[in-house]
C-alpha cells in the first residue's frame, strides 16, 4: 500500500476508484484535505486529518469491504502516521462501523434526531440549565450540538430534560455526543447514530 495526496493529477481516478458520486462531493474540498491509499494500484479507501491530533475520519466509497481488509488498512496507517500515543478514528459509514464495531472499542458516538444540513455549523455557545447543571451547547439558527462526553454527563433523567428542552425551541436537528453506554437510551428518544470514534491500539 502507498499513500497519496489527492490533488488535480489524480483527483479523476481517486473519484473512480471510489466510486464517489460526484454530484454531492466538491473536487476542491477533496483536493485540500484528503489522503488516497492505493493497493495494486488502485484507491482502495481514503482518509482526512481531522482538527485534533491523531483523529483521522476514513472512507471506503463503494469498494467491497470485510473485517480482513479493514484491519489490513488500519494496521497500515497505524504504522505510517506520525501520530503520538493511539490513533483515532471517525466513521460515518453504516457498514464500516459495523466492521469497527467488531475490531476496535468504540470512544464516543454521535446522535442525531431531525434532518441534517451540512450547511449549517452550530458555532454560537449557550448554556441550559439542567437540574442544577449548567450544559454548554453550540447552535445555529436551526441546529444543535451538545457534548455530553466531555461534559461527563450521562444520567438518563438530565438527558431526557435536555431533549425536551430542545424540542420544545424547534430546532430541525439536535445532535448529541455521548458515551457508548448512553446508545441504547439515546436510541429510545428517537435519535440515531451519525458517527463513532474508535481507539486503536499499535499492534
Do not use: H, W
Request: aromatic residues 12%.
Amino acid at each position: 500500500m502507498k499513500i497519496e495526496k489527492i490533488n488535480k493529477d489524480n483527483i479523476k481516478e481517486y473519484i473512480r476508484d471510489m466510486g464517489i458520486d460526484i454530484t454531492y462531493v466538491d473536487e476542491k474540498q477533496l483536493i485540500n484535505n484528503t489522503f488516497g491509499v492505493k493497493k495494486d494500484n488502485k484507491f482502495l479507501f481514503g482518509f482526512v486529518s481531522l482538527s485534533e491530533e491523531g483523529l483521522i475520519s476514513i472512507t471506503f466509497g463503494d469498494n467491497k469491504i470485510d473485517d480482513v481488509i479493514v484491519k489490513e488498512c488500519v494496521n497500515f496507517l497505524n504504522n505510517n502516521l506520525a501520530f503520538d500515543g493511539r490513533l483515532s478514528i471517525l466513521v460515518n459509514e453504516d457498514n464500516l462501523i459495523n466492521i469497527m464495531d467488531d475490531l476496535y472499542k468504540v470512544k464516543m458516538i454521535s446522535v442525531f434526531k431531525g434532518i441534517i444540513d451540512s450547511d449549517s455549523i452550530p458555532t454560537k455557545e449557550r448554556f441550559a440549565d439542567i437540574d442544577m447543571k449548567s450544559i454548554k451547547y453550540f447552535y445555529s439558527k436551526n441546529d444543535i450540538v451538545c457534548n455530553l462526553y466531555a461534559q461527563n454527563i450521562q444520567d438518563e433523567n438530565i438527558i431526557t430534560k435536555l431533549d425536551d428542552f430542545f424540542d420544545n425551541n424547534n430546532y430541525s436537528l439536535v445532535e448529541f455526543i455521548i458515551i457508548p453506554d448512553s446508545f441504547k437510551f439515546m436510541e429510545e428518544l428517537g435519535y440515531k447514530c451519525y458517527s463513532k470514534r474508535y481507539i486503536v491500539d499499535y499492534e
